[in-house]
């Protein structure tokens, strides 16, 4: 396990404007937690003491482990501003749908953590990957511990069924792939089946757009006999990978907004109507439509992308 | 009503035998007939109580004439799909479940007296492959259909099983499907894996989720259908999962990831050096992540697991030596800290302050004093005969049952 040392409880204290005196105490009482919290984890790892659920969520892992890195990326690299979060609800399910970029999904995981940190009720955010994702070795298992799964219905639906927020990606790899002449122009949205599951299991729709992340590596061309050769759906030449070498996974620091919508009902419609391919076709239509206007509005507000 | 009369397949393994030693208990039971090829060792005839035993192979004909003399009304298959290991083991076993089962269901077909068939599958038949949903129902198949091994074997099984439904729609089957069953008296692959020490082997890059079920659940799952009246396919699993790796963990073992290509060179040089021998299919199987929907089980069936798939696992545990103790982790753990001058956390799960009481382990440990209770009884089955058995199950019977 990385990061041993950095993995302190989640609430870190927060070191306010006191006086001098005690905001040193208290850096080393939550220093000092952070280094018992740490081993008890490790403890807690070497024995089994942990608790996975049905789809492989391990809440322990995540917070430990995979949130404190994020948490530096989405404050201090990408300097991400959530906004109107209240839009997702406290309690019950709800399904985000956001648009997708920057060649690496690190947008997925920004929104996760814009959800998991920012929400009143810290809610954990279950992703929807490509089965890619879960073919991985190393990646598969992680990212099952971080509460995805595979995109499909039956997943989708269970997991909003018991009360969970969903997000998904309808743009899929046509999205996080595209060249970088096209940033912020949604691609085609898959065949609407994360409207018909939202629609059978009545949840909001939360549409959600996320700026910033086209540019963090911007994809100038995609040698395809290489993503063949890889078995990848493209493969990336961005100005600084492959030229830098293993430098060039560093993503570049521009600044996010990522927005979550006002929630689009599901409740009202017809029974049967997740079976009628207008109701899905025209929700999508709908979703789409707002993600890419809060797209145009957000980029205006942003102004420059990496001083904005 | 006329008690029934169960032929139990399978007895010299425990699911088997523990199976027939309760439903002969049972008053809604006349009569059990335990059949399997071999004769069950001690503990076996033990727990098979007033059983009646016959040594016949299924792959023979003459369970057909079991069947016939005994009037047989419920046969219960609870032999079939144990996952072997090594390639001469493998199809001896594929010979026993799919060529045994087939034997078994045509000698069914004859008989005019069966009118309830419950057949023992497994969770296998869903594969688990990164394209299949994370938890499957009844209805889910498996999107890469296994070609091979004891899940191919399943599927084969549970289709001749339908075919036997479809040409004898008179007779009510079952197909309970287990996740695999672990407790402190069963033996199988799994156990086994989990009992080697210090290091256990899993493939590097991978931690399959896995379900389980308690054998005592298990058990308890096969008399409720035979004495019930549900038709169909059941998922078994106790609640909740765990990983591989945490599961390794929690039987104070160490994981000791190994390249997936590399598990068969490992596995044979450990066998050479004696250093604990495992199968390499075995061990890239459990990368196999797969939870069962178990609410068939509870709402249409009524049956409810008394452990958790956690709880499950630890009731195994209790048998096994750790190599690594949790006590002397927290021990280290609690020194370290002192050194360090902070001070430990709490012992126990992490994020739960309300429910770290959790699963309240079930008192069921009972199976021991059974065991010294009924010891002097059955040392030796009793046996059933086809020649001359009015006879001897008269004169056996009222010894029996002694209620």
């Not at chain 1, 839009?87 to 956001?98: E, H, K, M, Q, Y």
């Not at chain 2, 599958?121 to 869903?126: E, F, L, P, R």
């Not at chain 2, 699993?237 to 039987?251: N, P």
Request: charged share 20%; glycine share 10%; hydrophobic share 45%.
């Amino acid at each position: 396990m990385n990061g041993g040392s950095e993995t302190g409880p989640k609430p870190l204290p927060d070191v306010g404007p006191a006086a001098d005196n005690g905001s040193v105490q208290q850096t080393e009482a939550g220093w000092k937690r952070g280094l018992a919290g740490s081993l008890a984890f490790l403890r807690r790892r070497l024995t089994g003491e942990y608790e996975v659920d049905d789809f492989g969520y391990d809440a322990d892992f995540t917070e430990h482990v995979l949130v404190p890195p994020l948490r530096l990326l989405y404050e201090k690299w990408f300097r991400v501003d959530a906004l109107s979060i209240e839009n997702i609800p406290d309690t019950g399910g709800a399904l985000l749908v956001a648009n997708h970029s920057g060649t690496v999904a690190v947008d997925a995981l920004m929104a996760a953590l814009a959800v998991h940190d920012h929400h009143p009720a810290h809610r954990p955010l279950r992703m929807l990957g490509a089965d890619l994702v879960f073919d991985t070795p190393v990646l598969g298992p992680l990212a099952r511990r971080a509460g995805n799964t595979l995109a499909c219905n039956e997943d989708a639906e269970r997991l909003l069924t018991s009360g969970e927020v969903v997000s998904v990606f309808p743009e899929g790899f046509k999205g996080v792939g595209k060249p970088f002449s096209q940033r912020y122009k949604l691609q085609r949205f898959g065949r609407g089946g994360f409207v018909s599951a939202a629609v059978r299991t009545r949840v909001p729709i939360i549409p959600c757009a996320i700026v910033g992340a086209e540019e963090i590596y911007p994809m100038i061309a995609n040698i395809k006999p290489l993503a063949r050769a890889f078995g990848l759906p493209y493969f990336p030449v961005t100005p600084t990978f492959p030229l830098l070498g293993p430098l060039g996974a560093i993503p570049l620091p521009s600044k996010w907004l990522i927005e979550f919508g006002e929630p689009i009902p599901t409740d009202h419609l017809p029974e049967g109507a997740a079976e009628d391919p207008m109701v899905v076709f025209n929700l999508a239509d709908r979703v789409r439509e707002t993600i890419q206007q809060s797209l145009y509005r957000l980029l205006l507000r942003r102004g420059h992308p990496f001083l904005g | 009503m006329a008690g029934l009369t169960v032929l139990v397949t399978g007895v010299t393994r425990y699911i088997g035998s523990a199976l027939a030693g309760r439903l002969a208990e049972h008053p809604g039971v006349d009569r059990v007939i335990g059949v399997d090829a071999a004769l069950p060792e001690p503990a076996a005839r033990v727990r098979m109580r007033d059983a009646e035993f016959a040594r016949a192979d299924i792959r023979n004909p003459l369970i057909f004439r079991v069947i016939e003399a005994a009037g047989v009304d419920t046969v219960v298959h609870a032999s079939a799909s144990s996952t072997p290991t090594g390639a001469a083991a493998r199809s001896m076993a594929k010979e026993m479940n799919v060529l045994g089962t087939m034997q078994l269901l045509a000698a069914c077909q004859r008989s005019a007296s069966v009118r309830n068939l419950i057949v023992r599958s497994t969770a296998d038949v869903y594969g688990g492959s990164s394209r299949d949903p994370a938890v499957a129902t009844e209805e889910s198949e498996a999107r890469a259909v296994p070609s091979t091994g004891s899940a191919r074997d399943a599927i084969d099984i549970e289709g001749y099983v339908r075919g036997f439904g479809r040409r004898r729609p008179d007779v009510r089957v079952a197909v309970p499907r287990f996740s695999s069953i672990i407790g402190p008296t069963v033996r199988t692959p799994l156990t086994r894996y989990f009992s080697m020490a210090p290091f256990v082997p899993i493939v590097a890059g991978h931690d399959a989720r896995m379900q389980l079920v308690h054998e005592l659940d298990a058990v308890a799952l096969i008399e409720h259908l035979v004495l019930g009246d549900f038709a169909g396919i059941v998922n078994v699993a106790g609640d909740g999962a765990m990983t591989i790796a945490q599961a390794i963990h929690r039987a104070g073992r160490i994981p000791l990831p190994i390249p997936s290509p590399a598990l068969d060179v490992v596995g044979r040089a450990a066998r050479l050096l004696r250093l604990g021998a495992f199968s390499a299919t075995q061990v890239r199987s459990l990368t196999a992540g797969r939870v069962l929907d178990t609410s068939r089980l509870r709402e249409q069936v009524g049956f409810r697991p008394q452990f958790t798939t956690t709880a499950a696992f630890d009731d195994f545990v209790g048998r096994l030596h750790p190599a690594l103790d949790p006590r002397t982790v927290r021990a280290a753990e609690v020194r370290l800290a002192a050194v360090l001058g902070v001070g430990a956390e709490p012992d126990g799960v992490w994020h739960s302050p309300a429910d770290s009481a959790g699963v309240a382990r079930p008192a069921i440990r009972t199976e021991g004093a059974e065991v010294t209770e009924v010891a002097g009884v059955a040392a030796r089955p009793r046996l059933f005969s086809i020649k001359g058995d009015a006879d001897a199950s008269a004169r056996a019977r009222p010894a029996g049952r002694r209620k």
